[in-house]
C-alpha cells in the first residue's frame, strides 16, 4: 500500500534563516505531487506541483522554492525565511485517477 | 487562473441540523471535484466526483455535482459534534493541477 511520510512534524526557525522540508511517497511511481500552506486554520494555497522528476510548477512566488531530485521525492526550502512563511505546510501525492493523500504536515513558526 | 470559492466560510448549527455547503469552481479543463474533512491535520477524503448529477452518499454524508453550473454541494444530515471541522472543497485541472478553496468552517452545537 501507499504512504506518504513527511518531516519535521513542527519546525522553529529564525528569521533569515534556512529551511528544507522533505516529503516522500511510498508504494507507487511517478505520483503527482503537491506543496500547499494553509494558514490559521482556512484553506490550502497550492505553492508548488509537480508532475515528474525535475518539472516544478509554482503558483506563488515567494522566497520559497521546490524540487524534485528523485521520482518520490518531493523538497520545500527557502533561502532565508521570513515571518510571513509561519504556516501549516501539507505535502500531497495522487495518481492521476485517485484522491490526493495528504502528509500529517509540518507546522513552521518564524520567529 | 482557476478558481474554488466555498460559502459559507463558516457555520454554527446544532446537533440534529441539517447543513449544505457550497463550491463552485472556474477550471480550464476540469476533471473532478474532491471534497475533504480537516480536524486537526491532515485532511481525510470523503467524496471524488466526475460526473455531473450522480450523488455520492456515505453515512449521513453526500454530494453532487453540477457541471453546467460549475458547483458541487455537501450535505451532512443530523449533525453531531463530531462533524464539527474544516470542509475543504478541491478541483482538479489542467495537468493535474489541484486547487483548494478556503474552507467552511462547521461548529456543531450540542
Known amino acids: 500500500s501507499q504512504t506518504i511520510h513527511q518531516w519535521p512534524a513542527t519546525l522553529v526557525q529564525p528569521v533569515g534563516s534556512p529551511l528544507s522540508l522533505e516529503c516522500t511517497v511510498e508504494?507507487?511511481?511517478?505520483?503527482?505531487l503537491y506543496w500547499y500552506r494553509q494558514a490559521a486554520g482556512r484553506g490550502l494555497q497550492l505553492l508548488f506541483y509537480s508532475v515528474g522528476i525535475g518539472q516544478i510548477s509554482s503558483e506563488v512566488p515567494q522566497n520559497l522554492s521546490a524540487s524534485r531530485p528523485q521520482d518520490r521525492q518531493f523538497i520545500l526550502s527557502s533561502k532565508k525565511l521570513l515571518l510571513s512563511d509561519s504556516g501549516f505546510y501539507l505535502c500531497?501525492?495522487?495518481?492521476?485517477?485517485?484522491?490526493?493523500?495528504f502528509g500529517q504536515g509540518t507546522r513552521l513558526t518564524v520567529v | 487562473e482557476d478558481k474554488v470559492v466555498q460559502s459559507p466560510l463558516s457555520l454554527v448549527v446544532h446537533e440534529g441540523d441539517t447543513v449544505t455547503l457550497n463550491c463552485s469552481y472556474e477550471?480550464?479543463?476540469?476533471?473532478?471535484l474532491l471534497w475533504y474533512k480537516q480536524e486537526k491535520k491532515a485532511p481525510t477524503f470523503l467524496f471524488m466526483l466526475t460526473s455531473s448529477g450522480i450523488e455520492k452518499k456515505s453515512g449521513r454524508l453526500s454530494s453532487i455535482l453540477d457541471k453546467k453550473e460549475l458547483f458541487s454541494i455537501l450535505n451532512i444530515t443530523a449533525t453531531q459534534t463530531g462533524d464539527s471541522a474544516i470542509y475543504l472543497c478541491?478541483?482538479?485541472?489542467?495537468?493535474?493541477?489541484?486547487?483548494f478553496g478556503k474552507g467552511t468552517l462547521l461548529t456543531v452545537n450540542p
Open positions: 500531497a501525492w495522487t495518481d492521476r485517477s485517485t484522491e490526493a493523500f
Open positions: 477550471v480550464t479543463n476540469f476533471r473532478s
Open positions: 508504494g507507487t511511481s511517478n505520483p503527482n
Open positions: 478541491a478541483v482538479g485541472g489542467s495537468n493535474y493541477k489541484l486547487t
